[in-house]
């Protein structure tokens, strides 16, 4: 039923010859014809689920890389990098060892890395520090940018803000503690430090 001859091409070049199994004797031929029936019924549904699963990974290439590129400006992504799905939510992570974080869905979470980037529909809420963020969505918590920080028309940022340099989109929203971190250093190194009268 399952053992069809051309089911499947024929590598072309030296063929091995078929590895059969040792069976006990006292299955007869009924016990034989069950397990490869089993056998071939295992083989056809791994075989399924790895074209399903390239069909998927496939159809996540098309939808990220394509209409993505156009809007968005170029960043450096080379490494290692995680993708959070639009209908994924992720609580309580330690996000480390990712180059590159792509928030499609809802993400609650610390993490230090290089590149954040929180899509139109994505949320972001947390402990953040970066090199680079790109915010089109929804970010709320503690975020530090050290080289760059854009907000596009679509993005709300809110929280405690630290950033080398900000792009803020007509339209774009920031709201809570917002400061250089230049500025920030430079008020520190501005501060008059008390004296204390030394004791003799």
């Known amino acids: 039923m399952f053992n069809k001859q051309n089911l499947f091409a024929k590598p072309s070049g030296p063929t091995t010859p078929e590895r059969r199994p040792n069976y006990p004797n006292n299955l007869g031929s009924r016990g034989s014809s069950v397990l490869s029936a089993t056998t071939a019924t295992s083989t056809t549904n ?9 069909n998927e990974s496939s159809e996540k290439e098309t939808m990220t890389g394509t209409d ?31 180059d590159t974080l792509v928030v499609e869905g809802r993400v609650e979470a610390t993490m230090d890395s290089r590149v954040i980037k929180i899509a139109e529909k ?11 963020a790109e915010v089109h969505g929804d970010f709320d918590g503690e975020l530090t940018a050290r080289k760059q920080l854009v907000i ?5 940022v809110s929280g405690v803000i630290r950033y080398g340099k900000i792009l803020i989109e007509e339209g774009g929203i920031v709201s809570g503690d917002v400061q250089s ?11 008059v430090q008390p ?5 003799a």
């Open 195 to 199: 004296l204390v009268a030394n004791k």
């Open 181 to 191: 971190m230049n500025a920030e250093e430079a008020a520190k190194s501005a501060r």
């Open 46 to 54: 791994s075989l399924s689920s790895e074209n399903q699963d390239a």
């Open 122 to 132: 994505g949320s972001f809420s947390g402990k953040v520090c970066i090199d680079v």
């Open 68 to 98: 993505n590129a156009n809007t968005t400006p170029e960043t450096e992504s080379s490494g290692s990098q995680l993708i959070v799905g639009p209908d994924v939510k992720l609580k309580g992570a330690e996000i480390l060892d990712c």
């Open 152 to 156: 596009h028309a679509t993005g709300k």
